[in-house]
């Protein structure tokens, strides 16, 4: 992957994506992508009683407790799907090696996302967030959306340095500006304040959610490469350690193993289906695992 810079344009992007992961992902999903967008683009048909196997975040709440026994929702599929994008921008998305910034995969995946869904008729929108929520791209179709998508996060400057990423406010404004039943792509590290938990729980009881986690490999492991200066991506603070130590590179691996079990949970109480994408893995072969899995697990 390469590093977004100033000779990076839209259309290169879009090409160089177009050639090397949309084609394939054709190939190896067949076509296939329900296995991907699994439960999208809905409007409500029907109620039934709940029945083993069905997905319980389509329990209607209400009426389960007037009949005393669980109902679900059946709905029609929508032959236009409408995808938001919640895209965290935050300091600690610059991480990364200099050809792998976390920043970088955002931006492909993005861009692939949306080719793929714009393709067939569909229309894609997204809100950005730094420190702050930045701006709101309202949904629109065609090969132009797809283009103002990756000119608006390459112009989109890197945030400034300050305290911790807080990602509730990017997720309480997409429960705010997506009224319509959508497919939510929610990109982050999720290195964030605590309490984003609850606002992406409400937001999976409206919308399909897929959170999509950014990580490095470097975030949970440390190699032995002697005294080094490690910095904080989203302060700036800096500590002076010694990776030669090999009981401080155990307590990191620890701690690292901590965020994540914490992580999985806050996920599951959600929820919420995760995509983990790593810096260093091919994006094709993580997509097309990550539908299998899907599939597998609606067997």
Avoid: C
């Amino acid at each position: 992957m390469n590093t977004p810079t100033s000779a990076s344009t839209p259309e290169r992007i879009l090409q160089r994506l177009d050639w090397h992961v949309v084609r394939r992902l054709d190939g190896l999903l067949q076509g296939d992508y329900r296995t991907l967008f699994y439960g999208y683009g809905v409007d409500f048909a029907d109620l039934r009683e709940y029945q083993p196997e069905d997905d319980v975040r389509y329990i209607d709440w209400n009426v389960t407790a007037r009949m005393d026994t669980p109902y679900v929702r059946q709905y029609h599929e929508d032959r236009e799907i409408s995808a938001w994008f919640l895209l965290d921008l935050s300091p600690s998305m610059d991480f990364g090696a200099r050809q792998s910034l976390k920043r970088t995969v955002l931006i492909d995946f993005v861009t692939t996302i949306a080719r793929l869904l714009t393709r067939h008729g569909n229309r894609v929108g997204a809100i950005f967030y730094g420190n702050r929520v930045e701006r709101t791209i309202p949904v629109g179709g065609g090969r132009k959306q797809v283009l103002r998508l990756v000119n608006d996060l390459l112009k989109q400057p890197q945030a400034p340095q300050a305290a911790f990423t807080d990602l509730t406010p990017l997720l309480q404004a997409g429960l705010n500006a997506i009224r319509r039943r959508s497919l939510v792509f929610v990109v982050s590290d999720f290195i964030s304040a605590p309490g984003w938990e609850r606002p992406l729980s409400f937001l999976n009881q409206r919308h399909d959610v897929l959170a999509i986690r950014l990580w490095d490999p470097r975030e949970t492991e440390l190699p032995d490469i002697g005294p080094i200066y490690m910095e904080d991506a989203e302060t700036g603070e800096q500590i002076w350690v010694d990776t030669s130590d090999k009981k401080f590179r155990q307590r990191f691996q620890a701690a690292a193993q901590e965020r994540e079990a914490a992580l999985n949970t806050a996920f599951k109480r959600a929820g919420v289906d995760v995509l983990p994408l790593s810096t260093e893995e091919d994006l094709v072969r993580t997509i097309v695992r990550f539908a299998r899995q899907r599939r597998q697990r609606r067997k």
